[in-house]
């Protein structure tokens, strides 16, 4: 099978990528825009393979995209290309409408057309994998009750809101076209190669350098981290055998307060690299993001028990992983943060 992935340059997407080149005999397409969150070298151990190719192009970019469908002739699409980080959202909703909206919307239709142009099993085997967040649910605040693929969107960040539209989208465009759409509603993510912004990675480069480790409020939302080549497995096996027209939950069954999550990387820290002061001595608490959703939680009984999925990492197996990939990748890291990644694949002229 050839697949063409959108957004594979960035967290989630290049681990996607890593699996599939690793793990099996497919071909893979990266469609990718690079903004800031898209990283090349997330790619290196695989980018050399005859089975890999690149396209740098933007999911808005209609014509483009036409082109590409037509060159490749994929049997599927992963769609992962997105505008993913809350805070950017809060302080600039327009790139999250025209990515996250616009740029499914323009994927979708000019997938309809490739896709109703194919042929026999060519066309009864194509499928489109629309990948989404947990965040579509809204906050679990006073329950204990978990999400399940039936339960009401009610998105409360920019970013969470134009993913929900993006999957209301997918989903007409298997209900009134038939295109053959699965999609997916995975919680937090976590691993390598996560881009620094984020709260993990955040904290273990913070504590390195003995800068201080904030948290949002009390640190006391809680979130089901899943780390991240569980979730690539996961979307491997949905695109494979999951059923068009429905949804699968995805999520790690480790549900953590933020602030047991920062607590457990000092920790981690202490002993893999001990230093006099504790690194818990730099936590900070700072003013809570404005409309922060308490809890979210999935139920991801039914992926376990229609497609066998579940993850191989508890937290405490994947976050120790975590901390020691960082450690030993911190020249990835300075790339990020210095921002050669991205003036290098200029210079190359990517
Ligand atoms: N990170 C999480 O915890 C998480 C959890 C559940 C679902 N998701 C979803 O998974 C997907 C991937 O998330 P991620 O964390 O890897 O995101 P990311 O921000 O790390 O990567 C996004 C990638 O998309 C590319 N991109 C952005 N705009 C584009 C455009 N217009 N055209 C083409 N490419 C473009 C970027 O260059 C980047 O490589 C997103 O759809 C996100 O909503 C993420």
Known sequence: MKLLITGGAGFIGS?????????????????????????????SEVSGSERYAFEQVDIC????????LAQHQPGAIMHLAAESHVDRSIDGPADFIETNIVGTYTLLEATRQYWQALEGDRKNDFRFHHISTDEVYGDLEGTSDLFTENT???????????????????????????????VTNCSNNYGPYHFPEKLIPLVILNALENKPLPVYGKGDQIRDWLYVE?????????????????TYNIGGHNEKQNIEVVQTICDILQELRPQQTTYRDLITHVKDRPGHDLRYAIDAGKIQRELGWSPDETFETGIRKTVEWYLNNLDWCQRVQDGSYQRERLGAGV
């Open 61 to 68: 970019n209609r014509a483009e995209v036409d082109r590409v």
């Open 230 to 246: 569980d979730h690539a497995r996961a979307l491997y096996r949905v695109v494979t055998d999951g059923k068009p027209g429905e």
């Open 152 to 182: 009401p969107y009610a998105p409360s960040s920019p970013y969470s809101a134009s993913k929900a539209s993006s999957d209301h989208l997918a989903r007409a465009w298997h209900r009134t076209y038939g295109l053959p759409v699965l």
């Open 15 to 43: 681990a996607v990528i890593r699996h599939i080149i690793n793990n099996t005999k497919d071909e893979v397409v990266n469609l990718d825009k690079l903004t800031y969150a898209g990283n090349l070298e997330s790619l």
